[in-house]
Structure formats: C-alpha cells, structure tokens
C-alpha cells in the first residue's frame, strides 16, 4: 500500500532503542535494595524490569498505536542473552511458532575461550 507505514516495527525499534539506554542506565546505577531495576510508565508506553543487573532480569514494556492497540513484549536477558517470551508485536511462523525465550543457540558464550579450545 502506498504511504501505508509498518508502524509496529517502528514503535518496536524505537522501544528497543529505550530498553537499550534504560539497561546500560540501570547498569551504571547504584545497587538497588529491591529487585526492581527499572519502572517507567509514560502516557503511551511502560517499561518494567526487575532482578539483578548484569546477571539475570525479567521484564516487559509495552506501548500503544495511534490506533489505540496496545503491543507488549515480555523478555529475559540472562548469561544466555535477551530473549522474548512472549509478544503480540512480533511475528508468528507459517507454521505458528512464537516467541516463547527458546529461541536461538542457548549455550553461554565463553567468547575468545571458546574459540581458543576449538583451537587445539
């Protein structure tokens, strides 16, 4: 369609830009004495997250369209990387897969140790 703008993935990509700023913020911060991270809640978009910041957090933001559809995505970010667990934003498969955090290779990753033992 003419003119006709992809606005989930936008508002996706503008969210995941916050998340990114919000989590290198947290990770700057004071320790916290609850395991709250971070709780924002803005007139068209909330974020939440809670755990412990550079080793295991659990959380959800979600925003509204101008068409008044409220998207969510709940996600993990653990030694094994950012996962989403659930989404109405994001895509589901011809066949029905979606995102449910088993996505992807979910071994930790050792970075140049591992490369240096698959060396030798």
């Given at each position: 369609?003419?003119?006709?703008?992809?606005?989930?993935?936008?508002?996706?990509?503008?969210?995941?830009?916050?998340?990114?700023?919000?989590?290198?913020?947290?990770?700057?911060?004071e320790a916290r004495?609850?395991?709250?991270?971070?709780?924002y809640e803005g007139q068209d978009h909330k974020h939440y997250q809670k755990g412990e910041t550079g080793r295991k957090v659990e959380g959800y933001y979600s925003w509204f369209s101008p068409e008044g559809q409220e998207f969510y995505v709940k996600y993990v970010a653990d030694e094994l990387g950012y996962r989403v667990l659930e989404s109405n934003a994001l895509p589901v498969s011809s066949w029905g897969a979606t995102p449910d955090g088993h996505q992807g290779n979910l071994e930790p990753y050792h970075g140049d140790a591992q490369a240096a033992d698959a060396a030798h």
């Open positions: 369609m003419a003119g006709h703008t992809n606005f989930p993935f936008l508002s996706l990509l503008k969210v995941a830009s916050v998340v990114v700023v919000v989590v290198a913020a947290a990770a700057l911060g004495p609850s395991d709250t991270v971070f709780n």
